[in-house]
Structures are given as structure tokens and as C-alpha cells.
């Protein structure tokens, strides 16, 4: 595709509830990264793939967030048993690794946990 | 990667130009200032990133001080559509490592 797309675009879910969040990044990009963005402030890192091997979760904030990209392309966000402090737009990005490293963006999966 | 300071919120009269200042006083000898910006209810978008030399492209131009302790983003000919959040980050280049956002500058570009 032309760029990173992310589904669904927003997503309403019930305490307590699972969702799945997709991101479907741009096709031979190595380097894909979840970040979380709550109202009013900058994005902040949550999860970093190289490929299919996740190399680095320290952003994401309990166990019950867990993320994969099983094939090295398509990944999904998981988050169990959700709470009202998850609401948050979930962004996705990805980058080609060579050169500067510039991380093309998604527009955004925004999840509101009533 | 080293902390950045920037201002809330500016304003700019379109047609003129914007200039969005950011200090970074800690920054490393191989940490570059990378910009980004954030048009509403769109994810970020890269803008330009220099190290020590000024940088310009099709987008902006990026000033960096001779100290490298600040910098100044140059929106030459600001339009209604470059109203958003620019978010200054300074961070190793070549690396696959994530961006650190902090709460960026909102500019809005006024008629």
C-alpha cells in the first residue's frame, strides 16, 4: 500500500473487554513501533518489532497489553480485560532501517473504554 | 536520547513565515534534532533532521546553532494547512530506535 493504514479507526469498547488493534505497515519495512497517545500529549513508545522479533516492550504499561507480528509484516495490539486509562489513540509506525531511519505513521486507531 | 524544550503554542500569519524554536541543551555529539509534525486526528509526520549543518528541503528549513544547544524549524510560507503540533526530538540517527515525543509547539496559522 501507499503508507501505513491502521483498523478500525475507532473502536469503543466496554470495561473489561479484549480488543485487537491492526496495523498493516508499509511492505518490505523491517522496523514497525506501537505507540500510545492520550488526549493533549505527544505519542509515547510502547512496542518495537525488527521483522517478526519484538526487541523491545519496556513502554508497554501492565500484562494485559501484548503485542506480535508473526510474519514480520501485519501486527496486532492486543489489550485485555481494558480500563478507562487505555483510552487513548493507538498509532502505528514503521521504517525501512536503512538511511535516516524516518518512521512513517498511521493515522491512528482511537479506543475509548467506557 | 536528550530532553527538548519548546514553547506551547505560537501563531502565524499565513504567507508569513513561522519560526518554531527548540532548545535542547544536553544533546549529544551524535544525536541529530529530528522534526516532526502532527496535523489533527492524523498520526506524525517526518519534516526534516539535520546534525550541525542548517538543512533545508521541499517542506522547511532547520537552523541549528553553532553550540547545537537549540535549533529553529523554518516554515517559509505558512498556509492554513500547516496548522498542527511540531514536535522537536533529538535522538541517535542509524539507529531503529523509537521517537521520543515531548508536548511539542501547536502552531496555528491564522487568515
Known amino acids: 500500500g501507499a503508507g501505513v493504514s491502521q483498523s478500525p479507526r475507532y473502536k469503543v469498547a466496554k470495561r473489561g473487554q479484549d480488543v485487537a488493534l491492526r496495523c498493516d505497515p508499509i511492505?518490505?519495512?523491517?522496523?514497525l513501533f506501537w505507540y500510545q497517545q492520550a488526549l493533549g500529549q505527544g505519542p509515547e513508545f510502547l512496542t518495537y518489532f525488527q521483522n517478526e522479533a519484538q526487541l523491545d516492550k519496556s513502554g508497554l504499561p501492565s500484562d494485559r497489553f501484548f503485542a506480535e507480528r508473526p510474519e514480520g509484516s501485519v501486527s496486532t495490539l492486543k489489550i485485555q480485560r481494558t480500563q478507562q486509562e487505555d483510552s487513548a489513540v493507538y498509532l502505528c509506525a514503521s521504517s525501512n532501517d536503512r538511511g535516516r531511519h524516518e518512521q512513517y505513521f498511521g493515522p491512528g486507531t482511537r479506543l475509548t473504554v467506557t | 536520547d536528550a530532553k527538548t524544550t519548546q514553547p506551547p503554542s505560537m501563531d502565524c500569519a499565513e504567507g508569513r513565515a513561522a519560526n518554531l524554536p527548540c532548545n535542547h541543551s544536553t544533546i549529544s555529539g551524535n544525536e541529530y534534532v529530528y522534526w516532526y509534525r502532527q496535523i489533527h486526528s492524523q498520526g506524525p509526520q517526518y519534516i526534516i533532521h539535520?546534525?550541525?549543518n542548517n538543512e533545508t528541503n521541499e517542506m522547511a528549513s532547520l537552523i541549528i546553532t553553532e553550540d547545537r544547544k537549540s535549533s529553529t524549524l523554518i516554515l517559509p510560507h505558512a498556509t492554513l494547512r500547516d496548522t498542527a503540533v511540531y514536535y522537536c526530538?533529538?535522538?541517535?540517527?542509524?539507529?531503529?530506535?523509537?521517537?521520543?515525543f515531548g508536548s511539542g509547539t501547536q502552531l496555528t496559522v491564522l487568515p
Open positions: 526530538i533529538v535522538r541517535v540517527s542509524g539507529s531503529a530506535r523509537q521517537l521520543t
Open positions: 511492505s518490505g519495512h523491517v522496523s
Open positions: 539535520g546534525l550541525k
